[in-house]
């Protein structure tokens, strides 16, 4: 049976149980579960804190997980990316007091503080840069003004909570997150998990894309492709009236709406947009 992990909770928790249920498997009854056996599926899953899935996975005691990519490349276990699942988006920063310019050279002598101490330590050392790092394991945000850090390294979503207690962010950002599926480095995957991946990939492509229909005055059509090429091409279906075809094409759901608006623009009528709710490609 394919074991998988899922976070328990925290802000990767619902999307990641919101996708899953998309994809056909079993959802957890209780928030408290710490396991769900789906033997429809032929898949148990293991309800863990988010930080220790890469842990459990590289170390091949469970097949796949679902983590936080900054997580996982904290946490220094052995694994592979199988898939980026486009939720809990963010960026891992240096910030300190605004008021003045920082720059990551500033760092130098300083105490930082950070739950992620290993990735704050590996870009430290690629600087050459030495500090103090503290270890707390959340509200960082506050660590400064408790006297503890001189400045932290930290998740950033909305960066409302880094504005809320007067820091900015400097320098790159040491990570881009997302939430991911991963596996064991180095082992292939058998066919049970290859299939998971499929499954959870559909539904996570179906949340990237629309389906695009509408009516084109035949004379348009070739403008219109240009504006909705589709993946392969788009369908291209006769109408009754000669004049017109009917066409349907996927296309990017964040750029959905602006191209309904050159379509019809161009002269395309009875635009409609349509929800994936999973695929195969
Ligand atoms: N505000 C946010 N916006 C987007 N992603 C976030 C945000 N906060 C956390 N994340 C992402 O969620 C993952 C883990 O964060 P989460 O808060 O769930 O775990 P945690 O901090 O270990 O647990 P907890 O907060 O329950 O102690 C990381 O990958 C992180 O990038
Ligand atoms: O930029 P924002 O949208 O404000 O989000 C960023 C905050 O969200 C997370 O905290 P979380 O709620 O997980 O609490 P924690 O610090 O205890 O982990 C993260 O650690 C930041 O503190
Ligand atoms: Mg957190």
Redesign the pocket.
């Known amino acids: 049976m394919l074991r998988v992990a899922v ?1 328990n ?5 619902e999307s990641a149980a919101a996708v899953l249920a998309e994809a056909g498997y079993r959802k957890r009854s209780d928030s408290k579960d710490l396991t769900v056996l789906d033997n429809a599926n032929d898949v148990e899953f293991f309800f863990l ?3 220790d899935i890469a842990i459990y996975v590289g170390e091949g005691t469970l097949d796949l997980g679902i ?5 996982a490349g904290d946490s220094g276990a052995a694994v592979d990316e199988e898939l980026a699942m486009g939720f ?3 960026t ?1 920063r240096y910030a300190a007091p605004a008021g003045r310019d920082w720059t990551v050279a500033d760092l130098e002598g300083t105490r930082i503080a950070t ?1 992620y101490a290993n990735l704050v330590r590996a870009d430290l050392d690629s600087r050459g840069i030495s500090a103090e790092i503290i270890r707390l ?2 509200a960082v945000e506050i660590s400064i003004q408790l006297g503890v850090a001189d400045a932290i390294a930290d ?4 960066g409302r ?1 880094l504005r809320q207690h007067g820091l900015v962010a400097f320098g790159e950002s040491l990570c881009d ?3 991911v599926l991963i596996s064991r480095a180095g082992t292939e995957n058998d066919k049970a998990a290859r299939q998971f991946v499929k499954r959870v990939q559909g539904v996570v492509f179906g949340q990237q894309y629309v389906m695009i229909d509408y009516d084109c005055p035949r004379a348009l059509l070739d403008k219109a492709v240009e504006i909705t090429p589709g993946i392969e091409s788009p369908t291209v279906a006769p109408m009754a009236d000669e004049d017109w075809v009917a066409v349907r094409a996927l296309v990017p759901r964040r750029a959905h709406q602006n191209l309904m608006d050159e379509l019809s623009e161009l002269g395309a009528r009875a635009i409609l947009a349509s929800d994936i709710r999973s695929c195969r490609f």
């Open positions: 976070p909770k925290g802000a990767l928790s804190r988010p930080k983590t936080g990519r900054d997580l809990g988006s963010s891992f739950s394991d959340g998740v950033v979503g909305s909570t997150s997302e939430g």
